[in-house]
């Protein structure tokens, strides 16, 4: 196993121009067209990497960014989060640990149409990927501790998160309206007829007082 993972490692490393490395994610990407279908794919585990994934969305190989985005593109697309809460790359053959600072993904644009029951919420994220809130791909907010915000994601796929941007934040709670849930008037985002609630209105009131 720790074989594999420097043999993992080395084809990152000793990749001139990055062809090899590449070349290691055409297995898995150069398939066919649209993503790969990680989530059916069950090979070895073969340990982990020194790859992390920072908050900002930027990815770093033995504390280097890694500055070509088609390359982080190819990566982003054999990401694959499993039951351990542990978040892998992953080809037909291979399957190595990666560390993940907050979310994969980042929401960097959001695009709301229609209102009402009818409005429909897109994000595109870091790595061009378009995702339509809704009840497959749901946000969800979570209180931030140290700044007493709030964090947004969205599911992108499987359970690979984005954290919307906080300029995009500002601009999605824009488009937020009071709406009862379960018998409690919360400040929530609608979009393709699911709701996601974001605050009790009650506590909207009082920040905003």
């Known amino acids: 196993m720790a074989e594999h993972s420097r043999q993992f490692a080395d084809s990152i490393a000793n990749a001139a121009d990055t062809k090899g490395l590449e070349a290691l994610i055409s297995r898995a990407a150069g398939a066919g067209k649209g993503l790969p279908p990680v989530e059916r794919w069950d090979p070895p585990f073969c340990g982990d990497i020194d790859m992390e994934i920072r908050q900002d969305g930027t990815w770093y190989y033995m504390g280097t960014p890694i500055g070509r985005a088609p390359l982080v593109r190819l990566f982003s697309t054999v990401l694959r989060k499993d039951e351990d809460g542990k978040t892998y790359l992953v080809t037909p053959v291979e399957r190595v640990g990666i560390r993940v600072v907050d979310a994969p993904f980042v929401a960097v644009e959001v695009h709301v149409s229609g209102r009402g029951d009818e409005q ?90």
């Open 120 to 209: 429909v919420v897109t994000f595109r994220t870091n790595v061009g990927d378009v995702v339509e809130a809704g009840p497959d791909n749901p946000l969800r907010f979570v209180d931030e501790a140290e700044t007493g915000g709030l964090k947004p994601y969205v599911l992108v796929r499987g359970r690979l998160e984005a954290l919307v941007a906080r300029p995009v934040m500002y601009e999605l709670v824009e488009h937020g309206e009071e709406i009862e849930v379960s018998g409690e008037v919360m400040f929530a985002i609608r979009s393709r007829g699911a709701t996601f609630p974001i605050m009790s209105a009650e506590r909207l009131a009082a920040l905003s007082a």
